[in-house]
């Protein structure tokens, strides 16, 4: 398995001037707060870049580990069915993740969790299963998801008298689409 690091070292940084915008506010950007906030978002990804060890035939090698989730599968995306990418999100039909997780039936226990995205019709289902210790999980969003199978540790730990954690989830940064 290839595991990356943190952070590429030939990263760049640039200074970008800030975008500062209050809630409130329903003017739209205007076209130079448009590029700073792109530019911003870039500088986000670009402090995090990795570098990847690609095969003779360019592809990259996977399995591949980044940040504690192992990226199985990229998945293919289906071009026709625009529930399955938009400009800030791409969910290919088969992109396959894992990462060890406290266990539905045993909190105190870790297992490894299969995450995917499956072809869903008209909109991708993201499905989580458990290695052991609790049923295939299934939502149409990924955030949802993970959402359930925490609802279900959260109410295993207070079946048990354990006092119920706080813990929140993004689907998207648990599923490694970030």
């Not at 192992?70 to 995306?77: K, R, S, Y």
């Amino acid at each position: 398995m290839r595991s990356v690091g943190q952070s590429h070292p030939g990263a760049k940084v640039a200074k970008v001037p800030a975008v500062k915008r209050t809630r409130a506010s329903k003017e739209p950007l205007n076209e130079q707060e448009q590029e700073a906030l792109r530019a911003s978002k870039r500088l986000r990804l670009e402090g995090s870049l990795i570098a990847l060890e690609r095969g003779e035939d360019g592809r990259v090698g996977l399995p591949l580990k980044v940040a504690g989730v192992t990226l199985e599968a990229f998945g293919t995306i289906d071009p026709w069915r625009h529930a399955y990418h938009g400009p800030a999100y791409l969910f290919p039909i088969g992109y396959r993740t894992t990462r060890m997780f406290a266990r539905m039936d045993k909190p105190d226990e870790k297992c490894l969790y299969t995450q995917e995205i499956i072809d869903g019709g008209d909109q991708p289902m993201f499905q989580i299963s458990a290695e052991i210790g609790g049923d295939p999980v299934l939502h149409q969003s990924s955030t949802g998801a993970w959402s359930m199978v925490l609802a279900k540790v959260r109410a295993t730990r207070e079946a048990s008298g354990q006092a119920a954690s706080k813990t929140a989830i993004s689907g998207i940064e648990v599923k490694a689409n970030s």
